[in-house]
């Protein structure tokens, strides 16, 4: 009994914490018809539905607080403030039905709802409690009370106030801490796309598909359409690659300046050997001319590995190409540096005249690789624009809007209709983050998935299906057809429209069972002649349509025949069986 | 205790406790908040549900009954929480610390159970409650 009682607190707990976790809430609305999809039901929503998503900022404060407890101040201010917020959120509505001389029947309802979800949200908070009380006693206390007033004009002035406050407390503190973003993507066999919510984000619909219910074959316009499409796709897809490699060609043709660095490194070299000798030089000017050769040693390794990895430069892999740009580019200032110091030692010596060309030599070719310099951060700049296209449904791209606690929307919505071409069984992915700025300059923020829900895309309720493959016939009364052949089965090509239900309760009915009742047409040859006859009549199937069975009227023969049909996904070598299809 | 707006009911006479409650209950365009015990947490929240009466919402008049204990008028509170359909007008009426009434049919609104916070916003809110019911019903 004790263990039975521990158990079962155990489950309550587990089952609290789970309910507890639950930031965000999805409702389908399929047909006017709002259903909210809970953790505990399966998850699966219709495909051509559209989604409302909607999340609990205290349960998301809850979840950060948990996880980043270096956040504990910011978050405590945010906590107060979203209480606020939800609690003053009618409050215009109040004072202007309060400032009526005559408030209808239904004003006065109004009033009284939203009154009572107010100091609903009051009483749930111990410290708003506490506020509260502490204005009412102040509003009673014989100086301000004037009878035939009311508290709440002086309730929530005082509440605003305490917003700016807490408002005011945040903005002092460090700016950016921290933002939320909401993302969907939908995830199919050729990989996936990113999907649009509106309020969370800027991104557009995809075509607009329905996926049609009543499907009894696949016309020719469509397959038009969906050749069309595909070119379009393919074309879009191939245009985005030669955007990147035209402009990354345009780069290196433009990056041509390095020449001079290598002339100017040969004659530097020389430079030095001549004075290695001369006992005039003295030996600190020695020093710096090695350490700058050093440097241009260096930076020609440097260049020509960036060269390479341009060359080989790949749309994916653009921060890397960025981070050795800099390097460089930091390079080159230092060797500027040195040569300055290097020119000014010199000056000092005898050698200054032999000196002057490399100086002159330098300064145009270092000013000639600056410029150059300055084209491929540009160029670079745009190429990072194209990237950041081009990996959307992996980084967050600019197009997913950044919140904080007191700005994020409470609702988004998600038209499935929108997200272009799907089948049933596609998935659809929610996903909420935190965004944290890097502690490292230049480096990406770290994002953190705070909560994530995943469903699956399926046509729910009735459908028809169209299907194709090979049944095994077997003729009722053969005795009376006097057919030349024993075989008691015969090989008959099929097509069958059938009605089918999707279900949103169940994985095992959408994925396995799968069951379709409907008409069956057959072109059997019974009389084996070599001309079809045509039969039809009634066919039941199950298992994604690779068990069908069911009874024919061979109209041609005049006579009953019973079929079934095994349409297995794979060949067996031997056996006339076709794939399925539909 | 200063109170304007309350009326305690005497412990010692059963009929005279009922006439004043009825005198109360037949008062038109007036909201009843009962209050029945006598325990410190009480004793706090009397001054403020008499604060409490002092306000009027769209001309109805509030008034506060502070019965001290739970035998006096307790046929009669019984009788109006079981012809309630508000939310907790089942509960024992040994369980309940106060409730109040419409102000024109004088149904049961606003029930605060023993183990509740008698605050402002809770006495606040069971004035609003009992109003709320009968605001379809104002002729305006």
């Known amino acids: 009994m004790y263990y039975l009682k521990r158990i079962s607190t155990l489950v309550l707990v587990c089952f609290t914490i789970g309910i507890q976790a639950q930031i965000i809430s999805v409702i389908e609305n399929d047909k006017d018809q709002k259903r909210t999809i809970s953790l505990t039901d399966k998850q699966i929503v219709d495909i051509n539905s559209s989604l409302e998503i909607q999340l609990s900022k205290l349960q998301l404060l809850d979840a950060i607080q948990q996880q980043f407890p270096q956040l504990k101040q910011h978050l405590e201010l945010e906590s107060k403030l979203i209480k606020l917020q939800q609690a003053l959120r009618n409050q215009s509505a109040v004072i202007s039905i309060l400032e009526k001389q005559l408030a209808t029947a239904s004003e006065q309802a109004t009033f009284f709802e939203i009154m009572n979800g107010f100091l609903t949200d009051i009483q749930n908070d111990p410290l708003l409690n506490e506020r509260y009380n502490d204005l009412m006693a102040k509003f009673f206390s014989t100086d301000t009370f004037a009878p035939g007033t009311v508290p709440e004009p002086y309730i929530f002035s005082n509440l605003n106030n305490d917003m700016l406050q807490i408002e005011q407390e945040l903005a002092s503190l460090e700016a950016d801490i921290y933002a939320v973003s909401v993302l969907a993507f939908k995830k199919d066999s050729s990989g996936g796309d990113r999907v649009h919510i509106q309020n969370y984000d800027t991104y557009t619909n995809r075509d607009y598909v329905t996926i049609k219910r009543w499907v009894t074959s696949l016309s020719t316009e469509q397959k038009q359409q969906l050749e069309a499409l595909n070119d379009i796709a393919k074309q879009n897809n191939l245009k985005k690659t030669n955007v990147f490699n035209e402009l990354k060609i345009k780069l290196l043709e433009e990056f041509k300046s390095i020449t001079c660095i290598k002339d100017f490194k040969n004659n530097s070299i020389e430079f030095i050997n001549n004075i290695q000798l001369n006992d005039v030089v003295p030996t600190e000017v020695k020093n710096k001319i090695e350490q700058l050769n050093l440097l241009i040693t260096r930076f020609e390794t440097l260049f020509l590995l960036l060269k390479t990895d341009m060359d080989q430069w790949q749309i994916t892999l653009l921060l890397d190409i960025k981070s050795e740009v800099e390097t460089i580019v930091t390079l080159l200032k230092t060797i500027d540096t040195n040569f300055s110091d290097v020119t000014t030692l010199i000056n000092q010596t005898r050698v200054k005249t032999k000196f002057m060309p490399l100086v002159s030599e330098f300064n145009t070719c270092y000013a000639t690789i600056n410029k150059d310099f300055e084209t491929l951060k540009q160029g670079a700049a745009l190429l990072f624009n194209l990237q950041n296209n081009y990996i959307a449904n992996k980084a967050i791209g600019t197009e997913v809007l950044a919140f904080t606690l007191d700005n994020l929307p409470d609702k988004g919505y998600i038209n499935l209709k929108g997200t272009g071409q799907r089948k049933n069984g596609d998935e659809l992915l929610i996903e909420l983050v935190l965004r944290l700025p890097s502690a490292v300059e230049n480096a990406p923020e770290q994002v953190v998935t705070i909560e994530q829900r995943e469903f699956i895309m399926q046509l729910t309720g009735p459908r028809s299906e169209v299907a194709i493959g090979l049944i095994f016939a077997n003729p009722i009364n053969k005795e009376d057809l006097n057919l030349q052949n024993d075989r008691n089965f015969f090989y008959t090509p099929s097509a069958a429209l059938l009605l089918k239900f999707g279900s949103n309760k169940s994985h095992f009915y959408n994925d396995f069972l799968d069951f379709g009742i409907g008409l069956n047409f057959a072109t059997p040859d019974f009389n084996t002649d070599g001309t079809p006859e045509f039969g039809t009549g009634i066919i039941t199937t199950a298992f994604k349509n690779i068990i069908s069975a069911g009874v024919n009227y061979n109209l041609t023969l005049d006579s009953f025949y019973w079929f079934f049909g095994v349409n297995l996904p794979f060949n067996l070598p031997g056996i006339p069986i076709n794939n399925i299809k539909n | ?140």
């Open chain 2, 1 to 140: 205790m200063n109170l304007k707006r309350t009326t305690l009911i005497p412990l010692d006479d059963d009929s005279l406790a009922e006439s004043i409650f009825k005198s109360f209950i037949e008062k038109e365009m007036m909201l009843l908040m009962v209050i029945i015990g006598d325990t410190d947490t009480i004793r706090e929240a009397i001054p403020k549900a008499d604060n409490l009466a002092q306000l009027s919402y769209f001309k109805m008049e509030r008034w506060v009954l502070w019965v001290r204990n739970y035998e006096i008028l307790s046929e009669t509170l019984k009788k109006h929480l079981k012809a309630s359909d508000a939310d907790k007008s089942k509960e024992d009426y040994n369980n309940i610390k106060c409730l109040c009434f419409s102000p024109i049919l004088d149904k049961v609104d606003g029930i605060i159970l023993k183990n509740a916070e008698l605050s402002y916003a809770s006495l606040q809110q069971s004035f609003f409650k009992a109003q709320a019911h009968d605001a379809l019903a104002v002729n305006i």
